[in-house]
């Protein structure tokens, strides 16, 4: 999967937000709330062809979690992602 | 004359016409006119014939019951924008602008249309050039009351004018400022101000004021009244659509995020869910200026 193409990723008011600002997002009329965690793999994985995996090692690399969590809490991410319209396949 | 000099929202524009009849379709200009001397930060010329041809369009903004615009770049790096009073109609004029969109030329095509062009031109140019320079043009009825400013966003429809005619009608010592198209200036001592403009939508509304902005009113249809503060990314989220930008230029969407922010921690802001009626006016008056 990846991030479509147009979403940028901000600090607004000392938190993490994506505004769909590109040429193809024009219509997209929508901010999402990212936390920490979630704009730090935001970051990482933008412009790239990713998986459910490298989210996971990337998490590892950062935090003290099991692979178990990382990899849930990945999925669960990339589930809401594409709920909100931000990933494509 | 056929160059004139106007003051908005405290910038100094120039707009230079070769028909000088044209004058007489622009009316809602003369009330920002200005002596001054100063560089304008926009100077756009009335051209017979523009010195580049037209573009393949990057974008074609086309929502049913606006403006039809398409925005496209030269191979020179300039901006190049068509448009239409509706999309159902023939192109009207177009434009040419420098990369950083102070200064512009353009074409009347149709000149049935040439008030619109021309207003639509500088509309369209003013908030490209000032969204790098602390102002929001944004799509807003705004009243005020005891020297300062509420500001009514919605979409199209949802009765933004309604509401500010209620305020009128049932809250003593109000005025309108502008009913579609007022300009937020975030100025450098962090004091917000809302300004009149030369575009007002159907209401015949330029004036040339400025206010402290008192608070912000997002409004939306329902079977009865209720207002809820906003606060933090609920507050930006809430200014967000209602500003004119063009947001794949990374310049104008830096300039607008950092504006919309400062905004949104300065000044109140609410969701009123309501009926247009005067109680619904008495609720976003009291949650405003109490």
Known sequence: MKIKKGFVLRQLLGE?????????????????????????????????????????????????????????????????????????? | ?????????????????????????????????????????????????????????????????????TVGKTPCGNWFFTMASLGTRPTSGRCVCSEDFSRAEFQILDASQAGFTVNNVMMLLYALRTSTLGC????????????????????SGTGKSTHSRLWLENIPKTELLNDDNPIIRIHPDGKVLI????????????????????????????PFNKITRLSGIQAYACLFPSVSAYRPERKVADGIHDSIEKVAA??????????????????????VYE
């Open chain 1, 16 to 89: 993490h937000v994506v505004t769909g600002e590109g040429l193809e997002r024009v219509n997209f009329n929508k901010i999402i709330s990212l936390n920490s965690t979630a704009a730090y793999l935001f970051e990482q994985v933008k412009d790239k062809d990713f998986d459910i995996r490298m989210m996971a090692d990337l998490l590892l690399e950062k935090y003290e979690v099991t692979e178990e969590t990382a990899l849930a809490d990945s999925q669960k991410l990339a589930d809401s992602w594409r709920e909100a319209g931000l990933l494509e396949e």
């Open chain 2, 1 to 69: 004359m056929a160059r004139k000099t106007f003051d908005i929202a405290g910038y100094t524009v120039s707009l230079d016409l070769a028909e000088e009849a044209l004058w007489k379709k622009l009316l809602n200009m003369v009330p920002f006119e200005t002596e001054s001397s100063e560089k304008p930060v926009l100077e756009v010329v009335q051209t017979t014939q523009l010195k580049e041809e037209e573009p393949e369009p990057l974008l074609v903004s086309d929502d049913e019951g606006f403006p039809k615009i």
């Open chain 2, 136 to 155: 929001l043009e944004v799509h807003a009825s705004v009243i005020m009351k005891e020297g300062k400013a509420v500001a009514f966003l919605g979409k």
């Open chain 2, 195 to 222: 300004y009149g403009s030369p575009w007002s939508g159907k209401t015949p509304c330029y004036k040339k004021v400025s206010v402290p902005l008192a608070g912000v009113v997002r409004l939306s249809q329902a």
């Open chain 2, 266 to 287: 300065a000044v109140p802001f609410f969701h009123l869910e309501c009926l247009p009626d005067a109680e619904a006016a008495q609720l976003s008056f009291r949650s």
